[in-house]
Nanobody
């Protein structure tokens, strides 16, 4: 079993930056032969939407069009942690951000929340105008 713990959320002005972290405990990312880790977000009254994903073993990345060019997902294998660097934040980026993981190398498939095996508890990101 994998436990995912997010941190790094908060309040920031439009145009600012935040970095979210997702740390794994229990069975760690490296013990899986194929593993993708990503981020989703959910704003009030809206469905949970895919943000970005990274293939843990190969390092390839995949982004939604809404964040491409502004957000960067990365991993630190020594710390068993995935990061989401968010730049040029907009008020529409305000949401609860969830870390997600799936036992797959096909990170594009992680766009669908039904494909996710593990979820974190979420961290709030609020961008003021």
């Amino acid at each position: 079993q994998v436990q995912l713990v997010e941190s790094g959320g908060g309040l920031v002005q439009a145009g600012g930056s935040l970095r979210l972290s997702c740390a794994a405990s229990g069975r760690t990312f490296s013990t899986f032969s194929r593993y993708g880790v990503g981020w989703f977000r959910q704003a009030p009254g809206q469905e949970r939407e895919f943000v970005a994903a990274i293939n843990w073993n190969y390092g390839s990345t995949y982004y939604s069009e809404a964040v491409k060019g502004r957000f960067t997902i990365s991993s630190d294998t020594a710390k068993n942690t995935v990061y989401l660097q968010m730049n040029i934040l907009k008020p529409e980026d305000t949401a609860i951000y969830y870390c997600a993981a799936a036992e797959t190398n096909n990170i594009a498939a992680m766009r669908r929340s039904g494909f996710i095996d593990y979820w974190g508890q979420g961290t709030q990101v609020t961008v003021s105008s």
